[in-house]
């Protein structure tokens, strides 16, 4: 009997159907010699500080350095704290049966580093010794999943991918760990988190909104002509810019005393513009946030949604690229387009000889390649999920489409000793363009089309403005650029040495950076305005006290990523980079346990139960600030959330003001004080009924 395991049921049910197994069990379907079963992501975690004997938050424990990690099944939150979840405890039940029952085991969970450590976590947890081989597929179509299961690899050639993994969790721990308890420490008011991507990134944002709100604009002045020639009129812009405006003035004087233009130079050249590359995961996502509006989360899922609707490739690629054996059924995914309304016409005028090949290259391919379509035509699709698929097939027609070419010309006309700068372009094949029939943005003072001008040649002058103008900051980040910006962090560097060595490192992957940010967002650090993404005031206090510390530190970050892809390539030992982290938490602990955090808080309190803590006051709970203590307040009573005035007078008082609008179990709206009783529960108190009037 061969087991098989998938990342999920869906995917699982999809496999099975291929091989046979169609008989249902109680979480695994089984049948022509195969038992199929499944994961529900990440069952298994790795334990926290409480499991190694450790006491949370406190000074002296801190760091945290466990010589072996242990696993533990995935947690949810309890009344008190976190219990093991029911669900996974039944699944890694049937999923040890299952594999006790075979012979090997065949690994199908998602073809990448963190598919990987899902199943080598639930293999090491179970403590199983079976034999696996690896089904490594870039689609979920039955050919794709046909083709895999007859070129199954050998398990022991993803052991550097789960070493890269492991490395990654690992990490991740101990950083994430020592940092938020270090810092909470420090701060003696309430959990702060901090993590090895997390906190770089809300640095990128902070630090932009900083120098936005801090820019200060300076005006500038230009010129603007307008004439014409041939009865085609046209504007062009000075190209000198005076900062002061007498100076611009009386450049307008004397071009207004001159009354005409001179054409001083004309140059025309044919320019040529290669199709963009084809989308990886990080590309996709900016895209659809410019385009679409959509967070890079909802992106992803919309992309995992549609690979596990056989409808797209495998999403969480970092690769812009396909190979040449891929690039062979490229025909036939462009063919089969023409039957899909949108893009039927063009995809009928592709020219299967002459494909462009810029995204082919077989060296440039990750573990998976760039985001196509499969051979599968979507049926039927939600809306944001067609708008997601027409993203990356209409990507795909643009890349292997001819080049778009333009005529551009320039002009320099002068008039009073001033020069004026004019560029027009006409396009000549529009090419990967007429695919969206999208039109480059113009720039300033760009005409659509300029008349045939000759040098020397003479125009009249129809008028001249003077244009006031001021210095732009830096906008504010959107996810389209916080993505480019994570994904580019060596770029940013001063250091050429540095820039050079990292300039292909950037933070997080493009599986992590959706839930980095999402991270951030949860975490009460930044919110949404808009498209743009603002810092709250908790994520500026956080970045004030971080930012100049080794916890922030981009190119260490990005050191550490470029040293995860040298682990999963065989090139650098896993235990000495888990020195190397080791190290660094222990420097960051040291760091941030020194450091003051001051956040502007409302309503505080003393203890009533211990008398050495403060109450703080989070969303959902109001609690002591001493570890130690086990007052906690929840501020959501019958369908009522307590405000922080109603929990100070509860502490203090012992008893609240009347409080009007709980509703009870059986719907009913009552009225009630609440108290706080000798062993610190809450409880009711109802006023009293007034006595019915004797008849």
């Given at each position: ?10 995917v699982a049910?999809?496999?099975?159907r ?5 008989q ?10 195969y038992?199929?079963?499944?994961a529900?992501?990440?069952?298994i ?20 350095l ?28 049937v999923?040890k049966?299952?594999?006790d ?30 034999p696996?081989?690896r ?22 050639h993803y ?6 993994a ?33 906190t770089?990134t ?19 002045w ?8 041939g009865?085609i ?20 004087q ?19 513009q290669?199709?963009p590359?084809?989308y990886?995961?990080?590309t ?20 995992q ?20 054996d891929v ?12 039957k ?29 390649h ?17 708008a997601?698929?027409?993203?990356v ?20 006309l ?24 999208e039109?480059e943005?113009?720039?300033?003072g ?7 001008l ?11 403005d ?6 732009k ?11 480019a ?34 991270t951030?967002f949860?975490?009460q ?8 993404i603002?810092?709250?005031e908790?994520?500026?206090a ?14 260490m970050?990005?050191?550490?990523e ?8 065989g ?6 980079f ?6 660094y ?103 009293e ?7």
């Amino acid at each position: 009997m061969i087991a098989l395991i998938a990342e999920k049921p869906s995917v699982a049910k999809d496999i099975a159907r291929i091989i046979g197994a169609t008989q249902r069990n109680d979480g695994y379907l089984s049948g022509n010699g195969y038992m199929v079963t499944w994961a529900f992501g990440h069952l298994i975690q790795l334990a926290m500080p409480e499991a190694y004997g450790v006491a949370n938050f406190r000074r002296e424990s801190l760091p945290i350095l466990p010589s072996d990690f242990r696993l533990i099944p995935r947690q949810v939150k309890a009344e008190k704290g976190y219990k093991a979840d029911p669900g996974v405890l039944k699944q890694l039940k049937v999923i040890k049966e299952v594999f006790d029952q075979c012979d090997r085991i065949i690994v199908a969970t998602d073809a990448g580093r963190e598919g990987e450590l899902i199943f080598r976590y639930i293999f090491h947890y179970l403590n199983c010794r079976k034999p696996f081989v690896r089904l490594w597929i870039s689609s979920l179509t039955d050919k794709a999943i046909r083709e895999g299961m007859d070129n199954l690899q050998p398990g022991g050639h993803y052991d550097n991918l789960y070493l890269s993994a492991k490395s990654r969790s690992e990490a991740d721990w101990l950083i994430g760990i020592n940092a938020t308890q270090a810092l909470s420490v420090a701060a003696g008011q309430g959990v702060f988190s901090l993590g090895r991507v997390q906190t770089p990134t809300l640095v990128m944002i902070c630090s932009r909104f900083l120098e936005n709100r801090n820019f200060v604009p300076t005006k500038f002045w230009q010129l603007k002509a307008a004439t014409a020639s041939g009865g085609i009129g046209f504007t062009a812009q000075s190209t000198d810019k005076w900062e002061q405006q007498s100076d611009a003035i009386a450049a307008l004087q004397r071009v207004k005393d001159a009354g005409q233009l001179v054409v001083k130079s004309v140059e025309r050249k044919e320019t040529s513009q290669e199709p963009p590359l084809l989308y990886d995961l990080t590309t996709l996502q900016k895209e659809a946030n410019t385009k679409l509006d959509f967070s890079a989360d909802k992106t992803l899922s919309i992309a995992q949604s549609l690979y596990e609707k056989k409808v797209m490739s495998y999403p969480r690629t970092g690769s812009r690229y396909i190979s040449e054996d891929v690039f062979e059924e490229m025909p036939e995914r462009i063919a089969l387009l023409g039957k899909y309304p949108r893009f039927a016409g063009y995809a009928a005028s592709l020219n299967s000889n002459t494909l462009n090949r810029r995204s082919v290259n077989d060296g440039k391919v990750t573990d998976h390649h760039a985001l196509i379509v499969t051979e599968n035509l979507p049926d039927e699709l939600f809306e944001d999920e067609r708008a997601v698929y027409e993203l990356v097939a209409g990507r795909m027609l643009e890349t292997f489409s001819d080049k778009c070419v333009k005529d551009v010309t320039t002009a320099v006309l002068s008039a009073g000793n001033t020069d004026f700068t004019v560029k027009g372009a006409i396009m000549k094949e529009a090419g990967w363009r007429a695919v969206f029939n999208e039109q480059e943005a113009g720039e300033d003072g760009e005409a659509a089309g300029l008349p045939q001008l000759q040098e020397g040649e003479t125009l009249s002058l129809s008028g001249v403005d003077l244009l006031e103008k001021q210095t732009k900051p830096k906008p504010l980040h959107t996810e389209s650029s916080l993505l480019a910006a994570m994904e580019n962090a060596g770029r940013e560097l001063e250091d050429a040495e540095l820039k050079a060595s990292l300039k292909d490192a950037g933070i997080g992957t493009p599986a992590t950076r959706a839930a980095i940010i999402e991270t951030l967002f949860a975490r009460q650090y930044i919110v949404r305005e808009k498209r743009n993404i603002i810092p709250t005031e908790k994520g500026l206090a956080v970045y004030r006290i971080v930012k100049d510390k080794k916890i922030a530190d981009v190119e260490m970050t990005g050191m550490w990523e470029t040293a995860l892809t040298k682990i999963e390539a065989g090139c650098m030992d896993a235990d000495t980079f888990r020195k190397g982290i080791e190290v660094y938490a222990a420097q960051i602990t040291a760091e941030l346990l020194s450091v003051q955090l001051s956040i502007a808080g409302g309503e505080t309190c003393p203890c009533p139960k211990c008398g050495s803590g403060r109450i703080l006051f989070y969303p959902k709970v109001a609690k002591c600030s001493n570890v130690d203590c086990t007052l906690t307040i929840f501020r959501n009573k019958c369908d009522k959330k307590l405000t922080d005035k109603q929990v100070v007078e509860l502490v203090t008082k012992r008893k609240t003001e009347l409080i009007k609008g709980f509703k009870g179990k059986n719907g009913k709206v009552f009225d009630a004080s609440l108290v706080l009783d000798e062993q610190f529960n809450v409880a009711f108190s109802f006023p009293e009924k007034k006595g019915k009037p004797k008849k």
